[in-house]
């Protein structure tokens, strides 16, 4: 709570300063005094409903923009991709911690391996195109529709397998933590095995 406090006085300026809207102004539309505001966009000010909702009246926007809560009841995760590596990144998970999900695109060119470690468990599903997983000694190529999970502590590497560019899902464990189906038929008991490396199928 107290982090979301604190995001609401940048956020009062960079709203105003975007609009052009002086603190003489403001202070006019909203019968707030000047130093009022520029306390509370310093942070000098704590922020209160007494203060925010003309502030969101003048600026005609919803009070929780003001404060920057977030959304209720809407179960789309908002995506924001990023550049990772020349690799294109989406998180489609919003939670620290645990498992974490990401559609990702690689580009064609990427196709030079350059295996690593690291801690972690991965998962991964061929959207599009052919991916190349180098893994140990393995050397596989998966088309669309199949799957792969495997142990990141071993040297490895997925990238194009060069003829263009490959979309992927990933859902990656860093400490280990791997994905569990809990669906099965009814009354087949599911039989427990050593885990091989790499598994992959469709």
Not at 23 to 31: I, Q, Y
Not at 84 to 89: A, E, I, L, Y
Not at 116 to 123: D, I, L, P
Not at 192 to 200: G, I, L
């Amino acid at each position: 709570m107290e982090d979301v406090i604190a995001q609401v006085g940048p956020r009062l300026k960079r709203l105003r300063t975007e609009r052009g809207v002086t603190l003489s102004a403001l202070a006019e539309a909203t019968g707030i005094s000047k130093s009022t505001l520029s306390r509370l966009e310093s942070g000098q000010r704590r922020p209160s409903l007494e203060l925010l909702l003309p502030i969101a009246q003048a600026h005609q926007v919803p009070l929780d923009e003001l404060v920057g809560a977030p959304e209720v009841g809407d179960p789309r995760v908002r995506v924001v991709a990023r550049t990772v590596n020349g690799r294109t990144v989406l998180p489609l998970t919003r939670q620290p911690g645990g498992l974490q999900a990401y559609k990702m695109v690689i580009p064609a060119d990427q196709c030079v391996p350059e295996p690593r470690t690291h801690e972690g468990y991965e998962w991964m599903y061929v959207l599009s195109g052919r991916l190349r997983l180098v893994l140990a000694d393995h050397d596989i190529v998966l088309g669309s529709g199949e799957a792969a999970e495997f142990d990141t502590r071993l040297p490895h590497w997925f990238g194009s397998a060069g003829d263009g560019p490959v979309e992927i899902l990933s859902l990656f464990g860093r400490q280990g933590e791997r994905m569990h189906v809990r669906a099965k038929p009814t009354g087949v008991t599911p039989e427990r095995s050593a885990p091989r490396t790499p598994r992959t199928g469709r």
